[in-house]
């Protein structure tokens, strides 16, 4: 005798025998995926793996409806879900009670899904076997990648000095000033919290303490600190973290990721008071001269609560640093989304998109950053997400296929700095199911996608992107030595 389950689906009653279902849990919540098929619903954790969820109401007959269970298979030694009404009885059958599929099943229900049939009391259980279900749903994705060849997330010895070239600064507004930090600094950039409790005996820049999973970090101000009257807004919170030791410093908003060389970093004015030569590296002149940024150095606010570690957790506390991985954090419409540090040189105000003619749909125009004309992709037209052009206000400067390009997005939420264990790869069918993404970051309740700029444009796609910032950059250049018109 053989020991199965039977559930509802799509108003019909379907059989799985427990050796392939590892567990039943309710729904999860579900993230969706852009761009991933109709049948994947999106992925879900489930105690610290990442699985796809698959409809089977969606696979079987390209129809929705709400699901109440999941039912966990193991494939191929990966986890998935199978979504379903709801799970109705476990029964067991004999082999002899067993019957092949026949025309009997009718043509909605599709064959190749379906191992056997069975009869309960003169109702008819048809019996899926979820490898099945997986491979079919797949296999068209498979044929794709095998004709475009599988690709990583990687940066070119080339595009990894480019890269280097520079510091990575946070640009941020605090109180009707500008300031910047450097981004290995930031630990993450966080909502400004619900709850601040005001710290006895601390200095007045000491705004009081507040938490977050778990810590209790304490929150400062700048301007505060500076001995200004002027409050910020109360957006965001920039933690940062040296020696172990976390501290919040408050900010109306994050600006912008810059890269800053060497000589655009001026020393401080000798006219400086003693307060502000302690917090401050440097002034940044960005555009020329035109913009005029703090430099912010982390230490002295650590140094000043008296929370500087010793020399031996100090050392300890680099070694696990050394193994985190940062991200640029960024939303598009409703979706959570990140790029690996590594593969973002900066990310900017969106300026003047100028339109090109004959531009693939996926390019929204090219914009003027510094004299370069930079081509600008639209995530959202890539990943089929449905957001308007104005709502979109930022642009990640990043490398794609040894050339630099925008990404169009709506906002960028912050940095993150997480541990590899906090990153949970996606699993072979959640990838073959939205190819666009190679993971997705654990950040409490939420998960954040990382998007694999490797596999976001197919060959096709990368040549014309190729072609057109060529013929771009070569019309400006022609301009320029053609000169102003007499």
């Known amino acids: 005798m053989k020991k199965a389950i039977t559930v509802s689906s799509g108003g019909e009653v379907f059989g799985f025998f427990m050796d392939d279902v590892k567990e039943i849990v309710k729904c999860p919540r579900i993230f969706s995926v852009p761009k991933a098929p109709e049948y994947v619903k999106g992925i879900a954790t489930l105690r610290g793996d990442c699985l796809p969820i698959i409809s089977l109401s969606r696979l079987l007959w390209e129809r929705d409806e709400d699901g109440e269970k999941v039912l966990i298979g193991q494939i191929n030694g990966e986890l998935v879900g199978f979504l379903v009404a709801e799970v109705n009885k476990v029964i067991e059958v004999s082999d002899e009670d067993l019957k092949r599929p026949s025309s009997a099943l009718g043509k909605d229900i ?33 044929q794709k990648k095998a004709v475009s060849g599988g690709s990583k997330q990687k940066v070119s010895s080339g595009v990894q000095q480019d890269v280097d070239h520079g510091e990575s600064v946070l640009i941020f507004d605090a109180g009707g000033d500008v300031y910047g930090i450097a981004v290995s600094d930031v630990k993450e950039i966080v909502e400004y919290p619900e709850r601040v409790v005001p710290a006895p005996s601390a200095p007045c820049h000491v705004l009081g303490l507040f938490s977050i999973r778990g810590k209790v970090i304490p929150l400062i101000s700048i301007k505060r600190f500076l001995g200004s009257e002027v409050e910020s807004v109360q957006g965001r919170v920039i933690i940062i973290q040296k020696a172990g030791v976390e501290v919040g410093l408050e900010a109306d908003s994050a600006r912008e990721i810059r890269k800053v060389r060497k000589e655009e970093v001026v020393p401080p004015p000798s006219s400086l008071d003693q307060q502000q030569e302690k917090i401050l590296k440097g002034i940044i002149k960005l555009d020329g001269g035109k913009r005029l940024v703090h430099f912010l150095d982390p230490e002295p606010f650590i140094e000043l609560e008296g929370m500087v570690s010793n020399e031996e957790s100090m050392e300890e506390e680099m070694k696990i640093q050394e193994q985190r991985k940062m991200f640029v954090w960024f939303s598009l419409a409703s979706d959570a989304m990140a790029l690996p540090i590594e593969v973002v040189k900066e990310a900017v105000n969106v300026d003047k998109i100028v339109p090109v003619p004959r531009a693939p749909k996926f390019v929204e125009g090219v914009m003027n950053l510094r004299g370069e004309v930079l081509p600008i992709i639209s995530l959202a037209k890539l990943l089929g997400s449905e957001v308007e052009r104005n709502e979109c206000k930022k642009v990640i400067v990043t490398y794609l296929d040894g050339a630099e390009a925008g990404l169009l997005v709506k906002e960028i939420k912050g940095i993150l700095r997480v541990s590899e264990a906090d990153v949970s790869p996606l699993s072979e069918v959640a990838k073959e199911a939205a190819q666009a993404f190679s993971g997705a970051i654990r950040r409490d309740d939420d998960l954040i996608l990382v998007l694999n700029m490797e596999a976001l444009l197919s060959g096709t796609d990368k040549e014309k992107l190729r072609v057109l910032t060529a013929e771009e950059g070569g019309a400006e250049a022609h301009e320029e030595d053609q000169g102003p018109s007499s």
Request: glycine share 6%; net charge positive; no cysteine.
């Open 110 to 142: 599709k064959k190749k899904y379906v191992s056997a049939v069975y009869t309960d009391n003169g109702e008819l259980i048809t019996f899926l076997q979820m490898k099945k279900l997986v491979d079919a749903g797949t296999s068209k994705k498979q």
